[in-house]
């Protein structure tokens, strides 16, 4: 074989450096060395066969964990904020400043806050498998796949760290040591489904997919690996800049451990504070603007806000997907932060019962989705761009413009065709 145009040199150098040790350990040591405990593991999750299925298999019980545990923690903010929210329309007599703080600032950032729950729960899981030692094997098992892809097992932590937020897993790719592998790993990385996400899917999920809203979330995070690894792989064939060689993945795997409550909660609270820092800066910030552009001019009908005329300005450009305009108003204040898709929603109904489920309830009572139009809709908003700290973080990374607005560019492209797909696919199946 001709090694060094194979591209999988160093592969093999490092599977032979570890057959020389293999020999010399088995030279050095007399008699079988018994199985562990731990070897019965790696037998089970390394195997080529059962490794990806048993992935998914915990993935999916992790999000069943997610979705149904934090379900009565979100009620309990929900009826919190509904209360505050009438105490204000009580107490406040000024009719705008009750609007603002009622409608404008409790019911956004309650229907924000509803949120926390799942996204805790979420960070809680990913904690377990990360300290369990689980995680490192998992990024060995899927590195076969991905080099298939145009990646390697070094972008599988990366692209793991997006499924809580976009910003850490884009800083993450400084381990990738090939610039061609990491710019690559950092333009997919978007596609990687956040925790900020999360609240839309769980919105749309409850108001028209019903009994399969779960499903449909779950079906969220498993689209978001298929497209990043599928469009890793056209942008390594089609990019000439990516058609360079790809580093080899050696990984030391940790011991097996239990996870003790103490770590699991630390590591919990770290990553899901900068949402809380999130919901408190950028987030109350949008949750203003959009209060202004759906109040005013003051006293008009809610079609003649200044948020209206935005959504009725980009109607047309959506209507093939089946959005309508408060839809369209919603999906531009979420490149400022996805969770605003969900504060939109709240703000522009000025609603003060039980955020969450009451945003539910007026989206089924308007027919703004059809189950699959809203399944359409949760596409979109998985792919069509990153929130502004990502793409700062985009740009730091790559230090580069050219790439900046690639990302943001192909993201916007790749969310309409896959949406359109949806629409139309379901259609010719029956569905409406």
């Not at 060395?33 to 080529?48: A, E, I, P």
């Not at 960070?123 to 991905?146: H, N, P, Q, T, W």
């Not at 080899?248 to 003790?260: N, R």
């Not at 990553?271 to 800066?281: I, P, S, W």
């Amino acid at each position: 074989m001709d090694i060094s145009s194979s591209g999988d040199y160093e592969v093999l150098l490092a599977e032979r450096r570890y057959e020389i040790i293999s020999e010399i350990v088995e030279r050095v040591l007399r008699g079988r060395r018994k199985v562990t405990f731990s070897d019965l593991l790696d037998r089970v999750f390394l195997d080529k066969y059962l490794g990806i299925p048993i992935f998914l298999a915990l993935w999916w019980a992790l999000f069943r964990f997610t979705y149904d545990v934090s379900a009565p923690l979100s009620d309990l903010i929900d009826l919190l904020f509904s209360r505050l929210g009438g105490l204000v329309r009580a107490w406040v007599m000024d009719e705008v400043l009750s609007s603002f703080i009622a409608n404008g600032l409790i019911a956004g950032l309650g229907g924000i806050l509803v949120f926390l729950p799942p996204i805790f729960f979420l960070f809680f899981g990913l904690s377990i498998l990360e300290d369990s030692g689980y995680l490192a094997r998992a990024a060995f098992v899927f590195d076969k796949l991905l080099s298939k892809f145009g990646l390697q097992g070094r972008s599988f932590i990366p692209l793991l760290l997006g499924f809580g937020c976009n910003i850490p897993a884009c800083m993450a790719c400084r381990t990738i040591d090939v610039e061609e592998d990491r710019i690559l790993t950092i333009l997919v990385n978007p596609l990687i489904t956040c925790s900020a996400r999360l609240p839309v899917y769980v919105l749309i999920g409850s108001a028209v997919l019903g009994a399969y809203a779960a499903a449909g979330i779950y079906s969220m995070y498993l689209l978001s690996i298929f497209l990043a690894i599928l469009m890793a792989l056209l942008f390594r064939h089609t990019i000439p800049y990516f058609k360079g060689r790809r580093a080899a993945f050696i990984l030391e795997f940790p011991p097996y451990a239990m996870p003790t409550l103490r770590t699991t909660l630390i590591h919990m609270w770290e990553r899901g504070v900068l949402f809380l820092k999130k919901a408190g800066t950028v987030i109350l910030l949008g949750v203003i603007v959009i209060w202004f552009l759906s109040n005013f001019p003051w006293g008009a009908s809610s079609e003649a806000s200044y948020l209206a005329v935005l959504g009725k300005t980009l109607e047309p450009v959506f209507h093939p997907l089946g959005f309508d305009w408060r839809a369209c108003a919603a999906l531009f204040f979420g490149f400022i932060a996805k969770e605003i898709v969900v504060a939109t929603f709240g703000t522009f109904f000025g609603l003060g019962e039980e955020e969450e489920e009451a945003i539910a309830e007026v989206i089924r009572e308007r027919n703004m989705f059809t189950p699959l139009t809203g399944y359409a809709f949760m596409v979109f908003t998985l792919l069509y761009m990153p929130c502004i700290a990502t793409v700062g973080v985009i740009y730091r990374e790559t230090n580069s413009v050219k790439w900046t607005i690639f990302t943001i560019i192909y993201g916007w492209v790749l969310a309409y065709i896959v949406s359109l797909l949806v629409v139309v696919v379901g259609h010719l199946m029956g569905f409406s």
